[in-house]
């Protein structure tokens, strides 16, 4: 759910219901920025809209041209790149009100086992909580939507360890990190508060659904097909948990729980060997 960074692959193997591609956070992992640190000033909205431009048009001729094999891994580099360049190379106060902190990891402060532990749990109970609410749903959905020729059967998907750490690594952090860290951050400092209220407790605005609706076009244009637009919607998920949160790694973690579910499915169901 890029999911863009697994889009090659996803189109060499027409995987029926890969989203690509595109682990933890809660309130920065991880927590928010600390009381003390100041966002830096509003900014216009021209410099977040054409990084988008530029990347998403970098990421796209990456996913067309590199070899299937190395596809995501390229893509996912590309947004780290981007992210880095754009945020995380400044000072940890940028880090940290971009959500980017990951409990500590992305700081230039010595890592605290401690604390890194005590982030990661709470991003990870947020996506569980997520997943028991959203995935019994989806379950039914997916179903629907691809009536399968088999009945489900549990199958684990082959080297399942090495798709978990893809879909972490590769894809779920390099999207989350841009997308949600970077690209949301941005807009919001563009958005008058006027325009921002406050849903289930995450204060939003139409940061939202700009960078829901950039990171479906993403998944468009490396595997053309009118499905992808779709993960506009678990985007929108992603999209909250940042806000909710105060960092990305709940939704890194949700995000990493939904390709491996869409993907556990399709082996399940037999649409895909």
């Not at 927590?31 to 909205?45: R, T």
């Not at 400092?189 to 950039?214: E, H, K, Q, W």
């Amino acid at each position: 759910m890029l999911i863009s960074g697994g889009a090659r692959n996803c189109r060499e193997a027409r995987h029926p219901g890969c989203y690509t591609p595109s682990v933890t956070d809660s309130s920065s992992y991880f927590p928010s920025p600390s009381p003390s640190s100041q966002p830096p000033p509003v900014a216009g909205l021209a410099k977040p809209l054409l990084a988008a431009l530029v990347v998403t048009a970098i990421v796209t001729a990456l996913s067309w041209l590199v070899p299937a094999r190395h596809a995501a891994t390229a893509v996912g580099l590309g947004f780290l790149s981007a992210t880095y360049w754009l945020v995380m190379r400044r000072d940890e106060d940028d880090v940290a009100h971009h959500g980017l902190s990951l409990g500590g990891l992305f700081e230039r402060t010595p890592l605290s086992l401690r604390r890194l532990v005590r982030e990661g749990g709470v991003a990870l109970l947020w996506a569980l909580g997520f997943a028991l609410v959203i995935f019994p749903l989806f379950v039914k959905g997916y179903a629907v939507y691809w009536h399968p020729r088999q009945s489900f059967r549990f199958v684990l998907p082959p080297r399942l360890w090495d798709d978990v750490a893809g879909q972490v690594l590769v894809i779920a952090l390099p999207e989350e990190a841009f997308f949600r860290g970077y690209l949301q951050t941005a807009l919001d400092d563009a958005t008058p508060a006027r325009l921002r209220f406050r849903v289930l407790g995450a204060v939003i605005g139409p940061s939202l659904l700009v960078t829901s609706a950039i990171f479906a076009l993403g998944h468009l244009l490396t595997e053309p097909r009118l499905a992808r637009l779709a993960v506009f919607f678990p985007s929108l998920l992603f999209g909250w948990l940042r806000a909710r949160t105060g960092g990305i790694g709940a939704g890194l973690a949700f995000h990493a729980f939904c390709n491996l579910l869409v993907s556990f499915l399709a082996h399940g169901f037999g649409l895909i060997k």
